[in-house]
């Protein structure tokens, strides 16, 4: 809608300086065109915006002018207030900053909108961690943080998970990410990853590094877990599924005159797919690798003369 893209304009001048119409215009995914457009509206509504011409023209907004947050929709408040995860902000030391800046948030928003926000704000609640994961230990992560933001280097003693384990690193600190309520800096030489509460000592000196102007840490983390997937499994099993049964990844569907299918999917390791196919009970049969078939087949026998007894070994 045209009065959103117009606060968006407004915003993006507010908080970025000085842009040309063609950066607005591929910021916003409009044309041009449009962007003109939107400038002499805002300037007919009393919008103090100036136009630079020239190499190093763009346009902006007059020194010291602020606006209110009155151009939030309800989907946008609710969006601003569910996005605020207290566990992380308080593991960064940020808790009360992020406490401060909702407040001032809600005081800005229009009445109706204040309900939406204080709606989403007390009937969802993000809790990132997995159900059976302990909570890791991180001692490091605000001088990890500190190092980030100030682009200084880090010396750690880090624990990895093949030998040698415990190595000497010398850390340029790209960006923080936090997955599955598990904390990663991203670091360069590289760059590489690695988990924060597996640094072991940490020693920050005034060393600067000059972070890459073209490093995304987005882009790198999307393509990390891609690549992390892609080494993770690196075999294949044939399984047929009993209907019903799906499994993720799975490909080459084949659904059989009794209504099982045959699919392909990608395993981790043996012993991993082992356990994982366990679980699914009579739902699944193993067809290949032989190896995975030959292991799970020993242990249902196993189990079956386990069981076969009436009474539980021991028992009066």
């Known amino acids: 809608m045209k009065s959103s893209r117009l606060v968006s304009v407004l915003l993006l001048l507010q908080t970025r300086g000085r842009m040309t119409a063609a950066q607005l215009a591929e910021e916003l995914e409009v044309s041009v065109r449009t962007i003109y457009r939107d400038v002499e509206a805002l300037s007919a509504a009393g919008v103090p915006l100036y136009g630079d011409a020239g190499h190093a023209g763009g346009y902006r907004l007059l020194d010291g002018y602020r606006t209110r947050l009155t151009g939030l929709t309800a989907d946008e408040a609710e969006a601003l207030f569910l996005a605020g995860v207290p566990g992380p902000a308080a593991q960064l030391g940020l808790g009360s900053v992020l406490t401060a800046a909702q407040l001032k948030v809600r005081a800005a928003l229009p009445s109706e909108l204040r309900v939406h926000a204080d709606r989403i704000s007390g009937r969802f609640h993000l809790d990132a961690p997995a159900w059976y994961a302990d909570a890791d230990e991180t001692p490091y992560l605000l001088a990890v943080a500190d190092a980030v933001w100030n682009s200084r280097v880090l010396h750690v003693l880090y624990r ?112 991993h797919a082992h356990g994982e196919f366990l679980r699914l009970g009579t739902g699944v049969e193993v067809l290949a690798p032989a190896e995975l078939r030959d292991r799970i087949a020993r242990t249902v026998a196993e189990l079956a003369r386990t069981y076969g007894n009436s009474r539980p070994s021991g028992g009066d």
């Open 160 to 271: 990895r998970w093949r030998e040698p384990t415990d190595v000497e690193r010398r850390l340029e600190p790209y960006g923080l990410v936090l997955k599955a309520g598990r904390w990663y800096v991203v670091a360069g030489p590289g760059p590489r990853t690695y988990r924060v509460d597996q640094i072991l000592q940490l020693a920050a000196d005034d060393e600067e590094f000059n972070r890459p102007d073209d490093f995304d840490l987005a882009a790198y983390w999307t393509a990390y877990q891609r690549d992390f997937h892609d080494r993770l499994y690196r075999g294949k099993a044939v399984v047929r599924l009993a209907p019903g049964v799906t499994l993720a990844r799975a490909a080459d569907h084949r659904t059989e005159k009794d209504d099982w299918t045959t699919v392909t999917v990608p395993i981790e390791s043996v012993e």
